[in-house]
């Protein structure tokens, strides 16, 4: 993981490594329109309503490398926040659901399995 000065910034198809401390930011590359990322040092994920998109990365050399599209169970629209507990466990919310939940999601498969926290 980057050191607690350092951090990704999304702003919509772009990502940037950013440097708190230095105020300063890097164009990691053009990527997909999407609602919000997350990551843990080996994954990146970005994600629309029904749809999670993950690539492998490494940090240093940043390198990154579309891995593969994960869909998610027809009663889940994916809401804000996205988090990361591990390479295939992430935290998020289902808008489908008044109130909104947070929910869990395993991306083990290609087809995401979604508990209720």
């Given at each position: ?10 702003t ?19 990527f ?7 990551h843990?040092?080996n994954?990146m ?20 490398t579309?891995?593969?599209i ?10 804000n ?8 466990i ?22 995401a ?5």
């Amino acid at each position: 993981m980057p050191p607690a000065s350092l951090g990704f910034l999304h702003t919509g198809q772009e990502v940037y490594y950013y440097d708190f401390t230095a105020n300063t930011k890097t164009l990691l590359g053009p990527f997909i329109n999407a609602n919000d990322i997350a990551h843990t040092s080996n994954k990146m994920w970005l994600y629309d309503t029904n749809t999670i998109y993950e690539w492998n990365i490494t940090l240093n050399p940043w390198t990154a490398t579309f891995n593969r599209i994960i869909s998610m169970p027809p009663s889940v629209n994916l809401g804000n926040g996205l988090c990361a507990k591990n390479d295939t466990i992430l935290i998020s919310s289902n808008y489908s659901i008044v109130p909104e939940q947070i929910i869990e999601i395993d991306i083990t498969s290609s087809l995401a399995v979604v508990n209720n926290i």
